[in-house]
């Protein structure tokens, strides 16, 4: 399977899926991540797994919670504002610490919004959208190539920890064919004594998010789901750097404005002006060290977004106040322009930074 | 060398095909290659258009807003693109069917009979294929004739292969008019 082929990202993304050895998906249609559920009807028969249109988002992601309960792996996909449908059922799962793969190709938003690509997403995805004190491990894929690889991934990742994990693409990701060399399976394999598989010859499993026995046994889950996510976030720090080593203007940026943020990186070397950009891949846990120690080498900092002010609170964050750090943001489907990020990062060289307060 | 097109017309007219067909072809040059539909409010009232770069660097976004070639093969299309594209840029255009000829001065605007082209080979479905004819004369260096030939039997679908001989006609008819049209 090493051939490159050329690729739309959501058709790469289900490949993958199968590659992983998903053979439940269950989702309602949305645009634009349409041809995820149009690849899986035709290829879930094919392979001998299940195809469920459901008849609305809650139900698909409830049948994602009983398919996960019962050991297999299960996933469901869908876009901005049907992922904000799907958040009880994502908090119900945390809560349960059954292992799934989700995927949001965002369109803009809020509300029904439009179905051009945008990022206003990052908050439901990385804070929670659900209820309760839970995670979800979120993964930030920049091209069709990552959207397979990082696919495959999650479903280990989700098994190993019996957590969600979250794809998230912005629709223009999602849309794009590329240039795509599918992954192969990792061939690794978890044991799942916790699965509900008929409790015949052992005592009984239960799932549920409901803990009310003893008196502090929901204290306790909590407790317990800290400790898991401490775990998760020693273990997954997962950036792309590019030109950072000496950047005295650092970009941040994830998805397809990172890309572009790495094309301006180029054109403003070119002219001289040592930029860098730092991708983080993965949004939770956020790489705030890694960030942290390359960004206090800049004398500022660049959050470009398809968002209003999203990824830049943690950025914000991970600097905790000791570098300048600025916003570009477009939305509602707009796209960050090469020629306003080369621009911004001129206007610091010109300003030289003695004016601009901490913001 | 990144090039910029956006290729657009009526949908059935091939466009999206049009432009997988390039990228395949350029892709198994080397090139770096990316595809993104339009949809959404752009696709209402009967156009259809897909953006595709073609680049010795790596893409950045796949979103288009000043084509450095644009292949329009209705009237719609010449309307709502020949404003976009870059000063000195491309357009090719279907005068078999356009009937308000583009004017601007600092394109290179080549007109062809595209859907002609496609008829004397007893389908009106060839248009793009004579366009890309066009095209690939007009930029030799954006992807060699063969390799184009042989990613049309990767990108059309099994079911529709069979009319890969007259695809490749088509596509030939194209390329040799449009050394005429220069030549003239």
Redesign the interface.
């Known amino acids: 399977m090493s051939k ?1 082929v ?1 690729m739309k990202g959501n058709e790469a993304l289900a490949e993958a899926a199968i590659i992983a050895g998903c053979r439940q998906y269950f989702a309602y249609p949305i ?2 991540q349409n041809e995820i559920p149009a690849y899986m009807s035709r290829r879930m028969p094919e392979v001998g797994g299940t195809f469920l249109q459901a008849e609305s988002e809650l139900a698909a992601i409830s049948m994602v919670l009983g398919a996960a309960a019962g050991g297999v792996r299960a996933m469901t996909s869908s876009s901005s504002p049907g992922m904000a449908l799907k958040q009880e059922g994502i908090s119900y799962i945390a809560g349960s610490e059954l292992p799934c793969v989700l995927v949001n190709v965002m369109r803009g938003g809020p509300g029904l919004g ?3 690509g945008a990022q206003g997403d990052y908050f439901q995805a990385t804070r929670g959208g659900g209820n309760g004190d839970y995670r979800t491990i979120v993964l930030a894929p920049g091209s069709a190539q990552e959207l397979a690889d990082f696919t495959v991934d999650a479903f280990d990742l989700a098994d190993q920890y019996r957590i969600p994990v979250l794809i998230l693409a912005d629709g ?1 990701i999602g ?5 795509v060399v599918l992954p192969e399976p990792t061939g690794k394999t978890f044991e799942k004594p916790w699965a509900l598989t008929g409790a015949k010859g052992r005592s009984k499993n239960i799932i549920a998010s409901l803990k009310l026995i003893p008196d502090n046994a929901l204290e306790e889950h909590n407790l317990h789901l800290q400790e898991k996510y401490d775990l998760i976030s020693e273990n997954i720090r997962r950036i792309d750097t590019y030109h950072t080593d000496n950047a005295e203007w650092l970009i941040v940026a994830y998805g ?1 404005a990172a ?2 943020a ?2 301006a990186v ?1 054109r403003l070397r070119d002219e001289g002006v040592k930029a860098g950009l730092f991708r983080p891949l993965s949004l939770w846990p956020f790489p705030d060290r890694e960030l942290h120690e390359i960004a206090r080498n800049a004398g500022k900092v660049l959050t470009v977004e398809m968002s209003m002010g999203q990824l830049v609170e943690d950025v914000k964050l991970s600097v905790n106040g000791e570098v300048e750090v600025d916003l570009y943001g477009r939305a509602g ?1 707009a ?1 960050p ?2 020629d306003d990020i080369i621009e911004r990062i001129n206007s610091y060289e010109r300003e030289n930074h003695t004016h601009v307060q901490a913001s | 060398m990144t090039e910029e097109l956006i290729i657009a017309g009526f949908g059935g007219q091939g466009v999206l095909l049009t432009g997988r067909l390039l990228c395949v072809a350029a892709m198994r040059q080397g090139k770096h290659v990316s595809h993104i539909p339009s949809y959404g409010a752009e696709m209402r009232g009967g156009t259809a258009n897909c953006s595709v770069v073609i680049s010795d660097e790596e893409i950045a976004s796949p979103v288009i807003e000043r084509p450095s070639i644009v292949i329009a093969l209705n009237g719609p299309s010449v309307a709502k693109f020949e404003s976009r594209i870059r000063p000195g840029g491309l357009l090719i255009w279907n005068s078999s069917l356009v009937k308000m000829a583009p004017t601007r001065s600092d394109l290179v605007l080549i007109p062809l009979d595209a859907t002609d082209l496609s008829l004397a080979e007893g389908t009106e479905r060839g248009a793009n294929m004579a366009a890309i004819g066009a095209l690939l004369k007009l930029k030799p260096d954006l992807v060699p004739m063969d390799a184009v030939e042989a990613a049309l039997d990767e990108v059309i679908s099994a079911r529709n292969r069979k009319h890969n001989p007259v695809n490749r006609r088509i596509l030939h008819a194209g390329y040799e008019i449009t050394e005429k049209i220069n030549a003239a």
């Open positions: 490159t050329l645009t634009p439009a179905i051009a223009y849309q794009m064919s590329e240039p397809t890309r572009i790495r094309k180029d489907g796209v322009a090469l």
